[in-house]
């Protein structure tokens, strides 16, 4: 069972989602306020607040979502362009919803980080 945020809502299915991948252990589906063309939530199926929560033994479930990032990016052509993956932690990160999740951005140039002006 997943805690109460808006994704376990959805991973419950009491909330609509446009779910583009899903298995036992997570569900991938289109984020509803999107940052680039291409914007895909994958959340694992087992509560976890933060990235600071994350355990020894559910290292896995990060490396899950990656993989599961990768494939779909390979499936939906998405690969051989580029595409970022983030994943944020706390508010001053931009953690909005408290259950980890990795967010794959794609569809179109999306800039570089870390360039000081």
Request: charged letters at 20%; aromatic letters at 6%; a negative charge.
């Amino acid at each position: 069972m997943t805690d109460d945020t808006i994704f376990g809502k959805i991973i419950r299915r009491e909330l609509p989602a446009d779910i583009v991948y899903e298995d036992d252990r997570l569900i991938a589906f289109r984020d509803i306020a999107p940052q680039a063309p291409v914007h895909v939530l994958f959340v694992p199926k087992t509560p976890i607040a933060t990235l600071n929560d994350l355990t020894d033994g559910q290292a896995a479930v990060v490396g899950g979502l990656v993989h599961a990032a990768a494939e779909y990016a390979k499936r939906e052509g998405l690969a051989e362009d580029g595409y970022r993956v983030v994943m944020n932690c706390n508010e001053h990160a931009g953690q909005t919803v408290f259950q980890i999740h990795l967010h794959l951005l794609a569809g179109a140039p999306l800039g570089r980080f870390g360039t000081q002006k």
